[in-house]
């Protein structure tokens, strides 16, 4: 089992290490090997995702990522940004299918800043496509006409991108609670109508599913006021972006939400939601439980392992209820811990 380890920018490399103890805290024959990719691969390289991390990531099983980017290379050109190397290892190794599971754990129920009666016992999975859409269209660019700068990025999707991604969320569906809401924006875009139309033609293979349909703004306004009426969530690249992030505070933080981007073998690149925070990076301050949630991601999807994924998402949830939190999920009464203390308490659960 080849683990391709990519720490990042930021409070990657202390996040990503607690996540690396863990896994090799399960006894399990794992062959890991670091590489360079974001902003670190810029300083190093020149390149946010250089050749010899093309080599080792397209080899490996899986990858294993902390976070790239920061506020450093916003002025770099386009090409050499942190992001730029993200959207490649995405693109190279076909990472179509994107998980975000949005968990509250019962602990945590005060910590969201909604209600603990509107949030309690939520469990939403968002399926999002990760190669396609406004990200990757083209044409794209700046350019004049008439003058003056004119930006150009195109929304697209072939029917077979929107297939394999809505073949994932049904599938998805069926092994949850069989409901399945689709979003798109059909009174606008004529792009997500052809997303509607060919997610309600693949319906009649899904008898057990529950298809429904929403806009997105109105998505965005039902994850506050009704969550959980949702189980499963499947869209485009651009609003799963937006509505995964804003799911993410439904739990309390997004330290707490781990993500699977997934090729059609469930070969996966598995990362935190969150960013690199470059403000509190070699504090020890940062949260690593979506990391290690993720390496539990890893250990389902890829590996095939779920009852070590069962036992690492099981310490985290005894840790929570023994009181430990970091600074973004601390409340009047729990013990506050560092990203070490974290792990190490972690690693004595399981």
């Not at 975000?100 to 309690?120: D, G, I, Q």
């Not at 003058?147 to 069926?174: C, P």
């Not at 937006?242 to 996966?268: F, Q, V």
Request: aromatic share 6%; net charge negative.
């Amino acid at each position: 089992m080849k683990i391709c380890v990519l720490p990042g920018d930021g409070i990657g490399p202390e996040i990503t290490a607690e996540a690396v103890r863990v896994l090799k805290a399960l006894g399990l024959k794992f062959e890991m090997e670091e590489a360079l990719l974001g902003g670190c691969a810029v300083d190093a390289t020149g390149d946010p995702y250089p050749e010899a991390t093309q080599k080792l990531a397209q080899a490996a099983d899986a990858v294993l990522l902390g976070a790239v980017g920061g506020p450093k290379w916003d002025v770099y050109p386009r090409e050499q940004r942190p992001e730029r190397g993200l959207l490649g290892i995405r693109k190279q190794l076909g990472l179509f299918a994107n998980l975000r599971p949005a968990v509250l754990y019962s602990e945590l129920a005060n910590a969201s800043t909604l209600k603990p009666e509107v949030v309690s016992g939520l469990d939403i999975l968002i399926i999002r496509e990760l190669t396609g859409d406004i990200y990757f269209g083209q044409p794209r660019g700046i350019e004049v006409r008439n003058g003056e700068k004119v930006g150009i990025n195109t929304m697209i999707y072939s029917e077979s991108e929107i297939r394999r991604i809505a073949k994932v969320a049904f599938e998805s569906a069926r092994k949850r609670n069989k409901k399945l809401c689709s979003v798109d924006k059909i009174n606008v875009l004529e792009c997500t109508q052809l997303w509607r139309d060919t997610v309600s033609g693949m319906a009649a293979d899904y008898p057990d599913v529950e298809l429904t349909h929403m806009l997105v703004d109105n998505a965005a306004m039902q994850l506050v006021r009704n969550p959980k009426q949702f189980d499963v969530m499947v869209t485009g690249n651009m609003f799963g972006d937006i509505l995964s992030d804003e799911a993410s505070m439904l739990t309390g933080s997004i330290g707490m939400l781990p993500s699977a981007s997934l090729d059609a073998n469930n070969k996966g690149m598995f990362e935190p939601c969150h960013g690199s925070a470059p403000d509190i990076a070699g504090k020890g301050i940062a949260n690593p439980l979506a990391t290690i949630l993720s390496a539990a991601m890893m250990l389902r999807y890829t590996f095939a392992r779920e009852a070590e994924a069962q036992h690492i998402e099981s310490a985290v949830k005894k840790v929570l209820a023994q009181g430990y939190r970091t600074g973004d999920i601390y409340e009047s009464g729990a013990k506050r811990v560092g990203t070490r203390e974290m792990g190490d308490a972690v690693l004595a659960a399981l």
